[in-house]
Nanobody
């Protein structure tokens, strides 16, 4: 059974940094792409960044240059390094991937990031 667990969220002042982690288990195939999404309170869940098996990455314009997505395939961990955080980054952050066996996106429980003075 596939399981994703995000961690690393918390409260940080504007300009600060956080590193989010996503531990995955139950996956015995190569996932073509991994994603981070976020959902501000009362708003829709939005795409933030993605990482392809090839190493290619894509970022939401508002986080480009501040966030870095990476993966440790040995330890089955996905990361999101977030720097120069601003209040608009406040949201619950989720890692996800498309499971071709179930034809659904797998989601973790999310981790809350709060950026405020």
């Amino acid at each position: 059974q596939v399981h994703l667990v995000e961690s690393g969220g918390g409260w940080v002042q504007p300009g600060g940094s956080l590193r989010l982690s996503c531990a995955s288990s139950g996956i015995d195939w190569t996932v073509p792409a991994w994603y981070w999404y976020r959902q501000p309170a009362g708003d829709q869940r939005d795409w933030v960044a993605q990482l392809y098996t090839s190493g290619g990455t894509l970022y939401k314009d508002s986080v480009e240059g501040r966030f870095t997505i990476s993966r440790d395939n040995v330890n089955n961990m996905l990361y999101l390094e977030m720097n120069s955080l601003i209040p608009e980054d406040t949201a619950v952050y989720y890692c996800t991937f498309y499971n071709h066996l179930t034809r659904t996106h797998e989601w973790g429980q999310g981790t809350q990031v709060t950026v405020s003075a």
